[in-house]
């Protein structure tokens, strides 16, 4: 009788559990093991916000219960670090000195906040979000602060924000590039966010880095190039993520560019060895260039496409696409595709602003295509546009009346699904 | 696995955007008469354009469930249904740009999302609209039926890329299974007979000869009644070989009575041998045979109306169908199959790109279309009582059809006129005869 096939996943999250998924839709008989560095089970890394805000507790996070690895005949091992993975024996070392057979392996480590770019001194306490701990920490802290510094102003220094805003008195962002939320948005529409923001006590320095970080009286002191001391309560560090490609993928045999290359089957350029979710570099559903994508939906997708080719099955992923929706102190905001680049021969804007009922939208378009949009006060129509952009629908016909009508976007694009 | 999977269908051309169902909704589900707290949305259009309703259709993807961070969504496996848990729900909007159908409405104000819940099984938006643009209908005919089947044709039959005989004929061997012998003359279809030493399918075919399908396969069952056997006898014969070619056979079966299922796919011209024009081949369509020049204008004759012809004969059960229905066709198919005592036929239009000059994925709308616009209405006779299956209450203009495919290109405004008003005229002698019917009982001959 032919050997079962023995998959191990390394990561215990959004991709992970979805990979395990997508495994046993396609093969009942392989055993799986999931390799998790933390001590519980899987949550949601996208509530830590909520949690900060106490929305919700921290049972309510989980996303797998013993029933659910029970149920997909899934071994779970807790705090256990992989120190390094043999390809030609297809081992997996852990830390406490066993080894563990495989026939395929996932990768699903996700990412890692990234630091500071200047020296702490040592014991100084710096917040990041990441995981539930470090949500955790920032809860159990908060109620002695008032003044609050955040470095960088993306989605979790601001979601933090968001979620703090009741407890503070001001919020300090120091910023790097010239505008909040760079990442997902345009100028306009993060400068209405700000708006918004400064109305509650933000403020924000842009163009600034950081050069020392100080323990003074308060709590901290901040020192910027343009020579400001800045002190406050805390600081919180959320200046992006990057992917926590572990130090055991084992170099020459896979690629590894700014996250782990995978091709459209999840699989990396080993055999055997697949990634997903926020690790992994894989193609991007707009541009067709390797592009890591972190969030959770194409976390999701890519952890079920990898466990349905892992397990025997075939799924092909279309592509990853950048998306965001949130609400940021009051204002809901969702971003989808391309925003930030409209520089191109043959890409076009269409906007619609109205400032005093704070709602703006844009659709960025190429050739006969929508690649982008950014819908800000009012966001009826993300799901739409998202879909028409996942597909990449060709709306020749549709594209003139929006460009006429930014704001009638729902009534024009309705008839196309 | 037999699932039972219902939800709200939208008829997007009945609605008016009257908002009585969202009154109704609110009513039920939030004790008030308010709009914009219901779990369903009407979406207007631009201008000339009927609105329609939004909600959640409980789809098959779910991706609101697969992407929901906080599991207040979830898929209820037996139902398919969406179950939504207001209580978990975090409100953070990742359902919003997940799901593909604008289903989960949004409050901001209240930071809440409303989702549509099927009211517990009966919905009762559905009784509100006074239009009947809502229904609750059952997915899985299709499913339930097929699930554990087998396909019974190979793969790559030769036939053209997305083409909707194909799909028909393996269809249909599906529905009826291995206990099956079909019988085929040459005709597009040809190719489930075999090439050289390979065979096109898993069940016998018996190859005939274009003009006497009907009555060979009424030999193979009269063999099979000898042998007391049950055998499902099936002839699948083109328009050609059925309107023109075949028809004395097969008038003759029918008058007889013998028991075969006989369908015809009608692709309205001999496409098999290089689109010449045939009996069923419509009024000014291009043919191969009827070509555009200064003299000709595509056929002059409107085309054979067989399924009329067929009526005449009053068989037991006879029916029209379009693969764009396949529910509809389904149901035909399973009927067909309890007829013991006399012959079925079954006519099922199939649009066919090649001939009528389309790109391939538009075959399933124009089959949608021809139904629209009453070009070929879907009925059904049983003992020669017609009932209409899918009835049309708006019907679009023929122009609708006739403008989606080559064949058609040159038709002038007034060609176009004629051609409306023949089929006018068809579909009034159609709804004159299935309301001249009293009988309309659902008892095939063959089962008394």
């Given at each position: 009788m032919k050997k079962e096939e023995h998959i191990v996943i390394i990561g215990n999250s959004g991709a992970a559990i979805n990979a395990v998924k997508g495994i046993r839709l396609v093969n009942d008989t392989c055993s799986i093991t999931l390799l998790s560095q933390e001590p519980h089970h899987a949550y949601s890394p996208v509530l830590t916000t909520y949690l900060i805000g106490g929305k919700v507790t921290r049972n309510q996070m989980s996303l797998a219960d013993e029933a659910f690895y029970q149920s997909h005949r899934t071994e779970c091992r807790y705090r256990q670090r992989v120190i390094s993975l043999s390809v030609p024996d297809q081992k997996i070392f852990i830390e406490d000195g066993t080894a563990i057979d495989y026939d395929k392996v996932l990768i699903a480590t996700g990412a890692l906040p990234n630091p500071l770019d200047c020296d702490l001194p040592r014991g100084l306490q710096v917040f990041t979000l990441r995981t539930i701990e470090d949500a955790e920490k920032i809860r159990s802290r908060m109620s002695n602060w008032k003044d609050v510094i955040f470095a960088g102003a993306g989605l979790v220094s601001t979601q933090v924000a968001n979620a703090l805003k009741k407890y503070l008195r001001r919020m300090i962002f120091i910023v790097g590039s010239d505008q909040i939320l760079s990442q997902n948005l345009d100028r306009c529409a993060s400068g209405l966010i700000q708006k918004r923001m400064e109305t509650e006590g933000g403020t924000f320095l842009f163009n600034r880095k950081i050069l020392r970080v100080q323990e003074s009286q308060e709590g901290i002191t901040v020192h910027t190039d343009q020579g400001e001391a800045i002190t406050g309560n805390a600081l919180i560090v959320g200046k992006g993520v990057h992917p926590n490609?572990?130090?055991?993928?084992?170099e020459g045999s896979v690629k590894v560019n700014r996250g782990i290359r995978v091709d459209r089957w999840m699989q990396t350029s080993a055999k055997g060895i697949f990634a997903a979710g926020d690790v992994c570099e894989a193609i991007d559903l707009i541009s067709g260039e390797y592009r890591v994508t972190p969030n959770w939906p194409n976390a999701c997708f890519q952890g079920l496409i990898a466990g349905q080719n892992m397990g025997g099955g075939e799924a092909i992923f279309e592509g990853s696409l950048a998306m965001n929706v949130t609400t940021l102190f009051g204002l809901p905001f969702a971003s989808v595709g391309e925003v930030r680049n409209h520089s191109g021969e043959d890409r076009e804007t269409s906007v619609y602003l109205d400032e005093s009922r704070g709602i703006y939208k844009k659709w960025i378009f190429q050739g006969d295509r929508i690649i982008g949009a950014i819908m800000l006060g009012d966001i009826g129509e993300n799901a739409l546009v998202a879909e028409i952009i996942r597909r990449r629908m060709l709306i020749a016909q549709k594209k003139k009346a929006l460009r006429a009508y930014p704001s009638k976007a729902a009534s024009i694009l309705s008839g196309l699904l | 696995m037999t699932t039972v999977r219902r939800k709200i269908v939208v008829d997007r051309d009945r609605c008016t955007g009257c908002k009585l169902c969202q009154i109704e909704c609110s009513f039920v589900h939030e004790g008030g008469f308010q709009p914009s707290v219901a779990r369903i949305r009407i979406q207007h259009r631009e201008e000339g354009q009927s609105p329609f309703p939004l909600l959640c259709l409980h789809c098959e993807s779910q991706e609101c469930a697969f992407v929901c961070p906080t599991g207040a969504r979830r898929k209820e496996v037996e139902t398919g249904q969406v179950i939504f848990e207001e209580n978990k729900c975090v409100h953070c909007k990742m359902c919003l740009l997940a799901c593909p159908h604008a289903g989960p409405i949004d409050l901001q104000e209240e930071e809440r999302l409303l989702v549509c819940d099927l009211c517990g099984g009966e919905p009762a938006c559905i009784d509100a609209c006074p239009k009947g643009a809502l229904s609750l209908r059952d997915l899985r005919p299709i499913q339930n039926a097929l699930f554990e089947k087998e396909d019974l044709l190979s793969p790559g039959l030769g036939a053209c890329q997305g083409c909707t005989a194909e799909w028909a004929v393996r269809f249909t061997a599906q529905v009826f299974g291995p206990n099956t012998v079909v019988g085929i003359p040459p005709c597009c279809m040809a190719g489930i007979v075999g090439f050289g030493t390979s065979a096109g399918a898993k069940i016998p075919v018996v190859f005939t000869l274009l003009p006497n399908t009907a009555a060979m396969m009424a030999g193979v069952k009269h063999h099979f009644l000898r042998q007391k056997r049950d055998v499902l006898v099936v002839a699948i014969a083109g328009d050609g070989g059925t309107a023109d070619i075949g028809l004395q056979s097969l008038s003759a079966a029918a008058e007889r009575g013998d028991n075969i299922i006989y369908i015809c796919y009608d692709n309205e011209a001999y496409m098999n041998t290089g689109i010449q024009r045939s009996g069923t081949t419509p009024l000014g369509s291009w043919t191969a045979t009827t070509p555009l020049g200064e003299a000709g204008r595509g056929k002059k004759q409107m085309s054979k109306d067989l399924p009329m012809i067929m009526l005449a004969h009053n068989i037991p059960y006879m029916a029209t169908a379009c693969p764009s229905y396949p529910e509809d066709y389904l149901a035909k198919l399973e009927k067909a199959k309890q007829v013991k005592e006399g012959l079925v036929y079954i006519h099922i239009l199939t649009p066919c790109q090649t001939g009528w000059q389309f790109s391939s994925e538009k075959a399933m709308e124009i089959g949608r279309l021809a139904v629209e616009t009453n070009y070929f209405p879907l009925w059904e006779a049983v003992d020669g009582n017609v009932c209409f299956t899918k009835q049309v209450d708006f019907p679009k203009p023929i122009e609708a059809f006739t403008r989606m495919m080559g064949r058609y290109r040159h038709l002038t405004r007034q060609e176009i006129s004629v051609l409306q008003k023949a089929v006018d005229a068809r579909y009034q002698r159609l709804l004159a005869l299935s309301k001249s019917v009293k009988n309309k009982g659902e008892s095939l001959r063959a089962k008394e």
């Open positions: 490609i572990p130090k055991i993928v084992p | -």
